[in-house]
Structure formats: C-alpha cells, structure tokens
C-alpha cells in the first residue's frame, strides 16, 4: 500500500449508513457564517452516486419552492455532521437524471418494500 492510499483511507469516515441511488437521504451539513457555526439539513432524492476511496461523492436533489436544487457532497468531507437515511427507493439505475424533467407525482419515486 503507498502513503497516499494510506493517507487516504485513514481520512474515510465510519460512521455514514449505507445507502444507494434512489433513496431519500437527510444531509446534516456544518454551514460557517462569520465566526458562527449552525447545521443546515438538507433533504432529498440521491441522484448519483460516484464510488471511490476517499474522493467518493453523492449528489442529492429536492425541490424547493418549485424549483429544482441539486448539491453534491463528498462522502468523508468533515463539512459532514451526519446523513439519515429516510426511505428506500426502488429504482431499476444508477443515475437518476431523467427526474430533471419531470414535475409533480411523476417525479416521485416508488418506496422499496420489504418482503
């Protein structure tokens, strides 16, 4: 193993659930205004998600007042706090980018029913 695959993985955080393309995630994000710090959450439907070790990324997309918002996190960032997992979606891809141009109950996607 060479010293950046090392430094890498002793970076990668434990602590995040496993989640997948389609379901509904709660983002707990550290926003720094001034010398003041707060936790902003941020959620809705995971889009994408980019595999790695330490440069892994998910992109989450809500929509808020009627317009649609996308971000996209780095999984081990320290900016962080916590993700919660709401719901499992039941989707047949890995990259949701057809839920740009749909509106409404169309958007929506199916809840993974457990057997």
Same mark, same amino acid.
């Given at each position: 193993m060479g010293v950046v695959e090392f430094l890498e993985k002793e970076q990668m955080r434990q602590d995040i659930p496993q989640f997948k393309t389609g379901d509904t995630v709660k983002v707990y994000v550290r926003?720094?205004?001034? $010398?003041? $710090?707060r936790i902003q959450a941020y959620e809705g439907v995971v889009i994408r998600k980019r595999q790695g070790t330490s440069r892994a990324t998910f992109t989450v997309r809500k929509v808020s007042y009627g317009v649609g918002v996308e971000k996209t996190f780095p999984l081990h960032s320290p900016v962080i706090e916590r993700i919660e997992l709401v719901t499992r979606g039941r989707v047949r891809r890995s990259r949701l980018y057809y839920l740009r141009q749909l509106k409404g109950k169309k958007a929506r996607i199916e809840e993974l029913r457990k057997s």
């Open positions: 926003i720094v205004e001034g $010398q003041k $710090q």
